[in-house]
């Protein structure tokens, strides 16, 4: 959604990542302007899917850019608004997928209602905005509520890279050679 808004063009969030110039500009904005769907309301699961969302939001942008009379790359006027609305949207999905996946946890006996921890880490746990709604939720069902603090909460990338960094020195699986290894990338 940052590349499709150009958000590197935007004098406040050149220098940020993505998802850090969405949190930022949605700070100014109002997602009651831009409501978007909720993903994946009809499915009774705990799976996460962004991809319908991701169509939504670039066909609103391309209708708005139609109506300001703007190219693709320009800033819209209401960019605050669509980063607001991106960003409750996503919120409003992670919250209720994972307090789905506490009910059955739970139900299930996968884990107690006594003690139970929700642990969220990783690149979205940077978000202050989805953060406070996972908090909420935690503290609403009784689940101790960890997080670590936004410094530490980096792309997913760097967790693989530090875990292989530490198999590497601990000799667990690590390939030597790369010859008859064979992979396809994406």
């Known amino acids: 959604v940052a590349r499709r808004l150009s958000l590197r063009k935007h004098p406040e969030c050149s220098s940020m990542a993505g998802g850090k110039a969405i949190e930022h500009l949605a700070q100014t904005g109002s997602w009651q302007e831009h409501t978007f769907r909720v993903p994946m309301q009809q499915y009774r699961n705990c799976d996460f899917s962004f991809s319908g969302l991701q169509n939504l939001v670039n066909k609103a942008i391309t209708q708005k850019e ?109 390939f030597h050679r790369a010859d008859g290894i064979r992979y396809q990338p994406k």
């Open 66 to 174: 139609k109506e300001e009379g703007i190219q693709e790359g320009a800033i819209l006027s209401c960019v605050e608004d669509i980063a607001a609305a991106v960003q409750h949207a996503v919120a409003v999905h992670i919250i209720q997928r994972t307090y789905r996946a506490m009910l059955f946890c739970i139900k299930n006996g996968i884990l107690s209602s006594k003690n139970a921890t929700l642990v969220v880490s990783g690149g979205v746990a940077s978000n202050q905005y989805i953060r406070k709604g996972l908090q909420t939720l935690a503290d609403a069902n009784d689940f101790a509520f960890l997080c670590p603090p936004p410094r530490l909460c980096t792309d997913n990338g760097v967790m693989i890279a530090w875990n292989g960094m530490e198999r590497l020195r601990a000799g667990l699986g690590v």
